[in-house]
T-cell receptor
Framework: KQEVTQIPAALSVPEGENLVLNCSFTDSAIYNLQWFRQDPGKGLTSLLLIQSSQREQTSGRLNASLDKSSGRSTLYIAASQPGDSATYLCAVIRSGGGADGLTFGKGTHLIIQP | DAGVTQSPTHLIKTRGQQVTLRCSPISGHKSVSWYQQVLGQGPQFIFQYYEKEERGRGNFPDRFSARQFPNYSSELNVNALLLGDSALYLC????????????FGQGTRLTVV
């Protein structure tokens, strides 16, 4: 059974810092990995999708890497801003058909201090 | 383009009642999945439907059921509600068999009292 772990569970940093969020998964047979952002009481916003054949994806100040063989992904946030405060979730899917659904970690609760 | 829409946004039900939640996927998306998220946890997979057929089911009791309509919208039904069913229910749509990037709606907050 796939298990996804996110470290740290919570993080509070001053505005302007660069930071790294970590995600690990136990079964390396994944189809893709997706990073999401969730604001309190809201739905999930897709940030980045990395296909299993890719090593990284970038969008603006965000960069996600994937090392499938070691079961790890990192989300790098450059020049953090108070608006980045949210919970960040990573999720993996095993097959292209998606019949198993996404398996999520518990998330990293991020606070950016002004 | 409209994103994934869910209704209602909030509702309160009594133990033992039944509830129906609704989801409209992004236009052109044929796959809809349902997830349950309890406070402090990541979402848990309940069902996936593709082309109106159930393609996957998570570890949830038979009180949970769903269906997908010809226009690809979907309903999630939960019977005999328990206090533990209180959660945020999320719907996600994706393009199909190879395009699995998931886009989520804003969720339905269900409170069972």
């Amino acid at each position: 059974k796939q298990e996804v772990t996110q470290i740290p569970a919570a993080l509070s940093v001053p505005e302007g810092e660069n930071l790294v969020l970590n995600c690990s998964f136990t079964d390396s047979a994944i189809y893709n990995l997706q990073w999401f952002r969730q604001d309190p009481g809201k739905g999930l916003t897709s940030l980045l999708l990395i296909q299993s054949s890719q090593r990284e994806q970038t969008s603006g100040r965000l960069n996600a890497s994937l090392d499938k063989s070691s079961g790890r992904s990192t989300l790098y946030i450059a020049a953090s801003q108070p608006g980045d405060s949210a919970t960040y979730l990573c999720a993996v899917i095993r097959s292209g058909g998606g019949a198993d659904g996404l398996t999520f970690g518990k998330g990293t609760h991020l606070i950016i201090q002004p | 383009d409209a994103g994934v829409t869910q209704s209602p946004t909030h509702l309160i039900k009594t133990r033992g009642q039944q509830v129906t939640l609704r989801c409209s996927p992004i236009s052109g998306h044929k796959s809809v999945s349902w997830y349950q998220q309890v406070l402090g946890q990541g979402p848990q997979f309940i069902f996936q439907y593709y082309e109106k057929e159930e393609r996957g089911r998570g570890n949830f009791p038979d009180r949970f059921s769903a269906r997908q309509f010809p226009n690809y919208s979907s309903e999630l039904n939960v019977n005999a509600l328990l206090l533990g069913d209180s959660a945020l229910y999320l719907c996600a749509s994706s393009g199909g068999t190879t395009n699995t990037e998931a886009f989520f709606g804003q969720g339905t907050r269900l409170t069972v009292v």
